[in-house]
């Protein structure tokens, strides 16, 4: 079992910046690739970026790509993403998700873990 859990949502103006982080916890083998998901309201939850377990290989969707940065340290368990240039249509619930069949996967369904999301709001 790996229990995650978001911090750093918050409300921004357009042009902002925001760093979420994901704590985690419980018993892997080795520390988990991640990935970060988000959604609207009305909307279905969407990829945002991943990360596999050693931080080497990252992937984002591009709607983000050039503004968002996913990273990682294994020794405190914590995967971030640090957002810059937010726009009003980054407005969602932010979810962290590990350990998904395979390292950059994009489909939520394929995730093994989950936590219980954080909000970030973005006014123009």
């Known amino acids: 079992q790996v229990q995650l859990v978001e911090s750093g949502g918050g409300r921004v103006q357009a042009g902002g910046s925001l760093r979420l982080s994901c704590a985690a916890s419980?018993?892997?083998?080795?520390?988990?690739?991640a990935g970060w998901f988000r959604q609207a309201p009305g909307k279905e939850r969407e990829f945002v970026a991943a990360?596999?377990?050693?931080?080497?290989?990252?992937y984002y969707a591009d709607s983000v790509k050039g503004r968002f940065t996913i990273s990682r340290d294994n020794d405190k368990n914590t995967v971030w993403l640090q957002m810059d240039s937010l726009k009003p249509e980054d407005t969602a619930v932010y979810y962290c998700?590990?350990?998904?069949?395979?390292?950059?996967?994009?489909?939520?369904?394929?995730?093994?873990?989950w936590g219980q999301g954080t909000q970030v709001t973005v006014s123009s």
């Open positions: 419980g018993r892997t083998n080795t520390p988990p690739a």
């Open positions: 998700a590990a350990v998904p069949k395979m390292a950059g996967d994009s489909d939520p369904s394929e995730y093994a873990y």
């Open positions: 990360i596999n377990w050693s931080g080497g290989m990252t």
